[in-house]
C-alpha cells in the first residue's frame, strides 16, 4: 500500500484481556515508531525500532506493554492485562532511516482502544 | 527535557479570515521543529517543516511558520482561512542528533465558521 496501514481501527476489551495492535509500514522505511495518544492529548512516544532492532523502548509506560518487529517490516504492539488507563489511540509512524533529511514520518489512521 | 507548548486549546475563527497558531518549545540543543494536522479519525499528516536554512517555511493548503530561535517559538500561520482548515493542529520537536522520535504538543483545535 502506499501508507501506514494499522488494523484493526477499533478495539474493545475487557479489563484483563490481552490485545494485539498491528502496523504495516510503508514499504522499505526502516526506522518504525509507536505512539499514544490520550483523549486531548498530543501523541507521546513508546518505542522506536530500526530495522528489526528495537534501540529505545523508554516511553512503554509498563511492562505489560510489549512490540515486535521480527522481520524488520511488520510490527506488532501488545498490551497485556489491559487495564482503562490503556484506553487510547496508538499510532505507528515510519520513516526511511533516522538520518533526519530522512526522518519525515508518515503516519497510520490509529487503533483507538477501549478498555471496559 | 524537550517540552512543546501550544498555548491555545481551540482556536475559533471566520472563513477567509487569517489565523496564527502559537508554539514554543524548550530544548539546549538544536532541534528540527514540524507541524501536523489531524482530521477526525485520521491519522497525521505533515504540514510543514524546518530543518535548518531559512526561517520562514512554506507547507501545503497555503500554511506557513516561523522559525525563532531566540523566542523559542514555530508559530503556524495562514493568511485565508477555508472550512476545510477545520481540524487539530499538533507542533512537535525533534531533537538533532537523535533517533528521530517527536515530542508533541497537546494539539490546537482549529474551527472555522461560515
Known amino acids: 500500500g502506499a501508507g501506514v496501514s494499522q488494523s484493526p481501527r477499533y478495539k474493545v476489551a475487557k479489563r484483563g484481556q490481552d490485545v494485539a495492535l498491528r502496523c504495516d509500514p510503508i514499504?522499505?522505511?526502516?526506522?518504525l515508531f509507536w505512539y499514544q495518544q490520550a483523549l486531548g492529548q498530543g501523541p507521546e512516544f513508546l518505542t522506536y525500532?530500526?530495522?528489526?532492532?528495537?534501540?529505545?523502548k523508554s516511553g512503554l509506560p509498563s511492562d505489560r506493554f510489549f512490540a515486535e518487529r521480527p522481520e524488520g517490516s511488520v510490527s506488532t504492539l501488545k498490551i497485556q492485562r489491559t487495564q482503562q488507563e490503556d484506553s487510547a489511540v496508538y499510532l505507528c509512524?515510519?520513516?526511511?532511516?533516522?538520518?533526519?533529511?530522512?526522518?519525515?514520518?508518515?503516519f497510520g489512521a490509529g487503533t483507538r482502544l477501549s478498555v471496559l | 527535557a524537550q517540552s512543546v507548548t501550544q498555548l491555545d486549546s481551540q482556536v475559533p475563527v471566520f472563513e477567509e479570515a487569517p489565523v496564527e497558531l502559537r508554539c514554543n518549545y524548550s530544548?539546549?540543543?538544536?532541534?528540527?521543529l514540524f507541524w501536523y494536522v489531524q482530521y477526525p479519525n485520521q491519522g497525521l499528516q505533515l504540514l510543514l517543516k524546518?530543518?535548518?536554512?531559512?526561517?520562514l517555511v512554506k507547507g501545503i493548503n497555503g500554511f506557513e511558520a516561523e522559525f525563532n530561535k531566540s523566542q523559542t517559538s514555530f508559530h503556524l500561520r495562514k493568511p485565508s482561512v477555508h472550512i476545510s482548515d477545520t481540524a487539530e493542529y499538533f507542533c512537535?520537536?525533534?531533537?538533532?542528533?537523535?533517533?528521530?522520535?517527536?515530542?508533541f504538543g497537546k494539539g490546537t483545535k482549529l474551527s472555522v465558521k461560515p
Open positions: 514499504s522499505g522505511h526502516v526506522s
Open positions: 525500532f530500526q530495522n528489526e532492532a528495537q534501540l529505545d
Open positions: 530544548s539546549s540543543v538544536s532541534v528540527y
Open positions: 524546518y530543518l535548518s536554512g531559512s526561517t
Open positions: 509512524a515510519s520513516s526511511l532511516g533516522p538520518a533526519i533529511a530522512k526522518n519525515i514520518q508518515y
Open positions: 512537535a520537536v525533534s531533537e538533532g542528533g537523535s533517533q528521530g522520535n517527536l515530542i
